[in-house]
């Protein structure tokens, strides 16, 4: 049974930090990308970033370029995404989310459909 848990939300004020967590199992870590999507009420799910299986290559979305950090530890079967710089428009549910076949700089990694497990989700609130 393949299980992605979140943790690391909670509520921070503007320009703050926050690191979020995504421990996995059930899949060969090694072998996916793994990626982070956020909800904000009303809205779709949105792409954040994304990190490859071997070596680590990651892409971003331009709204949290040079704020965020995605990284992983293979051992550990976690990934984590540093939030720093937060901003009221940063606050959404986050989703850990992990594919096999997942083309780090093509169109289709902004797409929910291409990944092929999801966590639950962490709650980040940002707060002017």
């Known amino acids: 049974q393949v299980q992605l848990v979140e943790s690391g939300g909670g509520r921070v004020q503007a320009g703050g930090s926050l690191r979020l967590s995504c421990s996995a199992s059930?899949?060969?870590?090694?072998?996916?990308?793994m990626g982070w999507f956020r909800q904000a009420p009303g809205k779709e799910r949105e792409f954040v970033a994304v990190?490859?299986?071997?070596?680590?290559?990651?892409n971003y979305d331009d709204s949290v370029q040079g704020r965020f950090t995605i990284s992983r530890d293979n051992a550990k079967n976690t990934v984590y995404l540093q939030m720093n710089g937060l901003k009221p428009e940063d606050t959404a549910v986050y989703y850990c989310?992990?594919?096999?076949?997942?083309?780090?700089?093509?169109?289709?990694?902004?797409?929910?459909?291409?990944?092929?497990?999801w966590g639950q989700g962490t709650q980040v609130t940002v707060s002017s």
């Open positions: 990190i490859s299986w071997i070596p680590s290559r990651t």
């Open positions: 989310t992990a594919g096999l076949r997942v083309r780090l700089y093509d169109s289709s990694v902004r797409l929910p459909r291409t990944y092929d497990y």
């Open positions: 059930g899949i060969t870590f090694s072998s996916h990308s």
